[in-house]
């Protein structure tokens, strides 16, 4: 999966009794270049203790700077604290992009005003010379 330059965030779910589905999180991390900080690992399935072939230190040492949840959405274990993470991380992604906008557009209104001040006999830099 692609991620676009308009992603506020991504989440890798991981199911922890597959190491192969943890192995294509790797493949798939390679074709995204994101700029964000909101992103986190979900190892699913931490409940089937018996199953599982995915410790979290494993993604850890193989990921070191994403954070790792192991949750259990059937059981709602770890749910809460792995979108408690995320959420304020997400929110700050928003208001910066949406700062940048803003002053992406000023700088677009500073232009348009400097192309539109008058020159001496009273034509604009818009018309071009006489």
Known sequence: ARAKDTTLGLVYVYDVTN????????????QVNLTTRAFMMLGNKCDLTSEKVVDVEIVKKRWP??????????????????FEYIIPLLKE?????????????ESQRIKQEKLSVPLQGGRSNREGPA
């Open 19 to 30: 190491f192969e589905s943890f192995e294509k999180i790797g493949k798939n991390m390679l």
């Open 65 to 82: 700077n994403i954070p790792v949840f192991e949750v259990s959405a059937k059981q709602n274990i770890g749910i809460r604290e792995a």
């Open 93 to 105: 992604e928003e208001k910066e992009r949406r700062l940048e906008k803003e002053r992406e557009r």
